[in-house]
Each structure stands twice: as C-alpha cells, then as structure tokens.
C-alpha cells in the first residue's frame, strides 16, 4: 500500500527544486520509463477490387518468359557422358593357385574396368565442321571415351581440345557437318544479387532439367576449390550431373558453368555455384588457340594480413595482398617489388585480399603491363609490372624465392605457449620454402630471429626494413632456437 505524506515550508521549497532541477518525475513512487521512439509504417490504403484476369496476365507474362528461356537454352545444353577405363591385373584361378599359392609363372591376366560418368556442357562454338563444347574439368578429365548428345537426340563421339584444373574447365570438340545450334554468351559482369536465373543440365540422368532461382551472392570463393576464379552463387537447384551445365539470365543468355555444390547430404541445399562465363569465354580462346589456359605470373608468395598486423606494418583500414617472398628473375623482381610490400590495386581493380590478388594477375594475358599500387612501410608507390607467363614445371619444381621465409611478431599469448624468455627475440619464423636460400642457409620454423646484421627486431616491421636494406649482400641472422643462440649467414643465389 502507498504511504502519503505532506511537505511544507523549507522542505516543500527543496522538493519543488529538485523536481525542476532533476527533471525527474514520480508516480505512483516510481520513476516514468525512458521514451522509447518507434517507427511506424503509414498506413496502408486498400486495394481496389482484386482482378482475377489481370494477375493472371502477370503470371501468363512470368510464364511465357520461362518457356522463351527454356526454348533458347536447352538444345545448346548438351548430355557428356563419359567412360573411364581402369586397367588392373587379376590372378587366374587354376589347381595349381589352389594347391601352390600365386607364383611368377605367369598366372596373372588383365582386366579391364568401365567406369561410367555423367555430366553437362554448353555448345559455345563452330568452325567449320568443328564443334565447341564446354564443360567441367573434373568431368571428362579422367576419360578415355567422351560421347555427346544433343537435346535432339543426335550423338557424336568427343575428344578433348584442352583441360585446366585451375579453373575447373574443360573443352571439348566432335565433327559434325549438320546443323547445330550455339548459345549465346552473355556478361556476367551485369549480374547482381536477386537476378532471376536458370540452371540447365542433365541432374542425376533426367536429362533436360530445368530449374530457376536467382543470384544469392557474387564473387563467391571456397577453400577447398581452385582459386582462380570466383562463383557465382544461386540458390536454383544443382545437382549431381549438372556440372557443365549452363547457368543463364532471363534474356536466355548463359551466364556461368555450373560447377559445384555445398552440401551435407550430396543434392542441392539451394547453395550451387557457377563460373562466371567471362571468366569462361577467355578460357575458351586459350583453349583452341593453344590447348590450355595462359596464366599471368607475379613470381611472389602472398598472403593476408590480419587487423592487428596491418596496423604494425603501417598498413591499416587498407585492404590487399601482402608480399612474403620474390621469385628471382620474375616479372615482380624486375620491376623493384620487395618482401614486405602490400599490393592494394592493379590497373583499375582493386585487390581486397591475397586470393584476389591471384584472381587479378592470372587472368592477365602474359605481356601485358599494368600498374600497381603498392604501400611500403609508410610510403606509397606506383610500380609498373610487365606480366610473366606462368610456367606449371617450374613452380612444381620450386623456385628460388627471396628470402623464402615468413615471419610474426611474437605476442605475449605466443611467448607463454612456447616458453620464450623475454630476452629471446621479438620475431618467430613461420614457414621455410623448399630450396630457397633460408630453407639452405638452416632456417627452420618457431626460430626466433632476434637481430639483422647486429640490428636488433623490435617487430614484423623491422625485420622486412633491415632485409630490404641489404638483399644484394650476405645477411646475418642472430636467432634464439631450443635456448641457445646462434648465427646464421643467408645470402642470395
């Protein structure tokens, strides 16, 4: 129950005052709630009288263009069907394999194994009696027989023109004289989120399988994919068999090769990727020009840097790719790139992280000549690079790439971890390159690097300052490893 009271003379006047001072106000004895602003929507007015033949129209529309898509798109989608042979030798059974056991005396006979696959392609091309099929590299790559049919039925044996795992596609080719249609290509550079879209393809053998949906994201990437290129995402049903299918707008054009799928169970979740088809149509020259897909080479290792190491090396709120390392004689050593600079833009792109900086230069024609933007330690640059071409031999045999380590600053949660004194040095070395002069010189991983030259390292910054400052010369590391000290000299080849 409330309690009330009386307040007069001084004590009324102090109450008076307080409330005006204050501001404050009581009810009941509690104090009023703040005011808690909303926005609300106007409202709404009625509709008019629904008419049934006018919605109807809108969906007749809707409908009318599906069936034009579906008309344009599916007989340039075709059914790859593919055979591997797996060769494996077998023991005979025979009296003598029951009694004696398997012995050399030539008991043994070759089998053969077809191993049947499926998958969709897109008819991108003709010269003459030549025609252009596109499809996934991981649909045919393993072949040894490729047939071809068409939406009308027709059949054509198939070879494969050129394959390139990178990007995960493939063309293929068969003669024919007889009239067959080609699809029209369109721009997926126009593509945004919320476009409606098709998939086309052969999903688990129902060969001729339309579904729609729209564009869920762009510029999609995925660990466990190749890296050069990005996906479009689309929540229209992929499934198994539709790799190689084509992915097109509601003008009919095809926009990407469907590629992939995330899923837990193995069918479509609504989470399918495609290709990009420009990322296709460059491919697709290479591929007939001269059988593989050309890359542009850099000739570094990059990688991303975290929030708090961009704000170390003086490289904060930028987005780009960070240097690691520089392959000897490469188009980035030519041009004066250094271990430690921070790529932020080529030509007109911008490069939001190391995969995108490998995006960017890969699909760069070799020749061409591009200017970057560089950050380095403070100073901001502009660098023209000629770009090389990639050479697959070369990078699997391993370069020799300057320094050919990466490093951290040591943290205080590191240091703990690992049972560093104070005094051992302020920068760990993370990884070695196979065969590069630190990986010769005795370099190993979790070495602590504590001075360059007698110059001792405070940070990650320093130590890619003092490597710059003499990466003609012999350098001298003085590094702390399992609580001793010691020296090491590392000079280039």
Do not use: C
Request: glycine share 12%.
């Amino acid at each position: 129950m409330m309690k009330h009271f009386t307040a007069s003379g001084p004590v009324a006047l102090l109450l008076i005052l307080s409330l005006v001072v204050t501001g404050a106000v009581f009810a009941s004895g509690e104090k009023e709630p703040d005011t808690i602003v909303t926005y609300e929507a106007p409202p709404r007015q009625q509709p008019p009288t629904a008419n049934p033949q006018e919605g109807l129209s809108v969906l007749e529309a809707m409908q009318n263009q599906n069936r034009y898509v579906a008309q344009q798109v599916l007989p340039v989608v075709v059914e790859v069907n593919v055979v591997d042979i797996i060769r494996q030798d077998t023991t005979a059974i025979s009296p003598f394999n029951f009694f004696f056991g398997p012995h050399n005396g030539g008991n043994t006979q070759p089998r053969e194994f077809r191993q049947q696959g499926l998958g969709s392609g897109v008819i991108v091309g003709r010269s003459d009696g030549t025609v252009y099929v596109v499809t996934n590299n991981h649909v045919v790559e393993k072949a040894d027989e490729i047939g071809v049919s068409l939406y009308d039925g027709r059949k054509y044996e198939a070879q494969i023109v050129g394959t390139d795992p990178r990007k995960d596609l493939a063309l293929i080719s068969f003669e024919t004289d007889e009239e067959v249609p080609v699809a029209v290509l369109g721009d997926s550079d126009a593509l945004m989120v919320g476009d409606f879209v098709f998939a086309v393809g052969n999903p688990l053998g129902f060969e001729s399988t339309v579904t729609s949906g729209i564009v869920s994201a762009l510029g999609r990437r995925a660990a466990n994919m190749p890296s050069f290129t990005d996906y479009i995402q689309t929540d229209a049903a992929i499934n198994q068999g539709n790799s190689g299918g084509a992915l097109v707008n509601l003008h009919g054009e095809v926009v990407g090769i469907n590629s992939w799928i995330a899923s837990n169970s193995g069918g479509s979740i609504g989470l399918g990727f495609a290709i990009p088809i420009n990322t296709v149509k460059g491919a697709i020259k290479d591929f007939i020009e001269s059988g593989a897909v050309e890359y542009g080479w850099l000739g570094i290792t990059v990688g991303t840097l975290n929030d708090e190491t961009k704000q170390e090396m003086g490289y904060a709120g930028m987005n780009g790719g960070f240097v690691f390392n520089v392959v000897e004689d490469s188009p980035a050593e030519k041009a004066g790139i250094l271990p430690g600079d921070f790529i932020t833009r080529i030509g007109e792109e911008d490069v939001g992280d190391a995969n995108e900086l490998t995006i960017v230069v890969g699909n760069l024609a070799p020749g061409e000549t591009r200017r970057f933007q560089i950050e380095r330690l403070g100073t901001s640059l502009s660098i023209d690079v000629t770009i090389g071409l990639r050479d697959e031999e070369k990078v699997a045999a391993g370069l020799n790439v300057w320094p050919g380590l990466s490093v951290v600053t040591i943290n205080d949660a590191m240091r703990e971890q690992a049972g560093l004194p104070k005094d051992a040095g302020n920068v760990v070395v993370g990884s070695v390159e196979p065969n590069s002069p630190a990986d010769i010189a005795g370099i190993r991983g979790g070495d602590v690097i504590k001075a360059i030259d007698g110059k001792p390292l405070e940070n990650m910054r320093d130590f890619y300052k003092l490597l710059n400052e003499n990466s003609r010369g012999k350098i001298e590391f003085t590094i702390f490893r399992r609580g001793a000290e010691i020296t090491i000299g590392m000079s280039r080849r």
